[in-house]
């Protein structure tokens, strides 16, 4: 907070500075505010030129973070304990709520990687993180009735969520190379 006040600070009295002293040459100096064409022109294109550079590729940038977002909610998704461990004395019926709906939440955001890939090359990742996924969901579909099923295979869920986690970590470094 009061490194934020000192840096405003600074930079008021640098602008007050900057402008006392174009006011000076205005009235000391007599051929200050006379320039010639090529004097203005070239600082046109200058502008231009630095104004295309910093904008270039700008686009691809931002499109590549939204997909870096959306495998990080993937690798959160699964990586939480409720992808791979359930308590078998829970509530089933609450419990099977969960599970599809988090079950819901990783297929949307891998159809939104689908998309992604395609332009960004990551298809065969994607692939590997959805062929994963569809087994496990395999897994829990045919046994969410039986919670105490599923509390005993953690450590095969957890190779899922593991596998899952480290193809997104290949594919978000992929994404800056």
């Given at each position: 907070?009061?490194?934020?006040?000192?840096?405003?600070?600074?930079?008021?009295?640098?602008?007050?500075?900057?402008?006392?002293?174009?006011?000076?040459?205005?009235?000391?100096?007599?051929?200050?505010?006379?320039?010639?064409?090529?004097?203005?022109?070239?600082?046109?294109?200058?502008?231009?030129?630095?104004?295309?550079?910093?904008?270039?590729?700008?686009?691809?940038?931002k499109v590549?973070?939204?997909?870096?977002?959306?495998?990080?909610?993937?690798?959160?998704?699964?990586?939480?304990?409720?992808?791979f461990?359930?308590?078998?004395?829970g509530?089933?019926?609450?419990?099977?709520?969960?599970?599809?709906?988090?079950?819901?939440?990783?297929?949307?955001?891998?159809?939104?990687?689908?998309?992604?890939?395609?332009?960004?090359?990551?298809?065969?990742?994607v692939?590997?993180?959805?062929?994963?996924?569809?087994?496990?969901?395999e897994?829990?579909?045919?046994?969410i009735?039986?919670?105490?099923?599923?509390?005993?295979?953690?450590?095969?869920?957890?190779?899922?969520?593991?596998?899952?986690?480290?193809?997104?970590?290949?594919?978000?470094?992929?994404?800056?190379?």
């Amino acid at each position: 907070m009061k490194k934020d006040c000192l840096i405003k600070i600074a930079v008021g009295i640098l602008c007050a500075f900057t402008i006392g002293v174009g006011i000076y040459n205005g009235f000391v100096n007599d051929t200050f505010f006379t320039t010639s064409l090529t004097q203005v022109l070239t600082l046109l294109i200058s502008l231009c030129i630095v104004f295309w550079a910093t904008q270039y590729k700008n686009d691809q940038r931002k499109v590549k973070e939204h997909a870096e977002g959306i495998i990080e909610k993937v690798q959160i998704l699964v990586t939480r304990e409720e992808f791979f461990l359930f308590n078998p004395l829970g509530d089933k019926e609450e419990t099977k709520k969960k599970i599809m709906a988090n079950n819901r939440k990783i297929s949307n955001c891998i159809n939104v990687m689908q998309q992604y890939s395609k332009s960004l090359g990551f298809e065969e990742d994607v692939k590997y993180i959805e062929t994963e996924f569809k087994e496990y969901k395999e897994m829990v579909s045919e046994h969410i009735e039986d919670l105490d099923y599923l509390s005993k295979t953690e450590s095969r869920f957890r190779r899922f969520s593991e596998n899952i986690d480290s193809k997104c970590d290949v594919i978000i470094l992929s994404l800056y190379q």
